[in-house]
């Protein structure tokens, strides 16, 4: 959802967090404010947004568009794109480029994993930080 209005409106609550939970949504990406983040929560409905706000859209703001390209920050989001989000950020990756990401990903986290394992089996951090992680994007 993108909500760019200037409008302290909510173009997301929780009757839409419902509606989409209940569909098999996964979760929704606003870049604007959103409303009842509590009651998402209690949905188990992932919901990312700018910022938290109580006032709702209606009166304010209007639909302009379902299932187009919109902007998020500075990206360009495309029907068909993939967001993956958590705690720390949302990426959204382009349709014909999620092999390429996703093998790099894989890869990353591999490296990661192994940098996990020299950590439990005692290696020093400033030696597993050292050895990989400046060089851990670059292919082997």
Known sequence: MEQRTGIDAACWGGNLSLGAKLREVAGVIVD????????????DFPVFARHATSRTARGRIVEAGTNVPITV??????????????GSAVVFIREAEIERVLEAAEAIAARERAMVAALREGTPISEVMGRNYETMLKKP
């Open 32 to 43: 604007g404010p959103a409303r009842d983040v509590d009651e998402a929560r209690e949905y």
């Open 73 to 86: 920050g500075e990206v360009t989001v495309t029907p068909g794109d993939f967001v993956v989000a958590d």
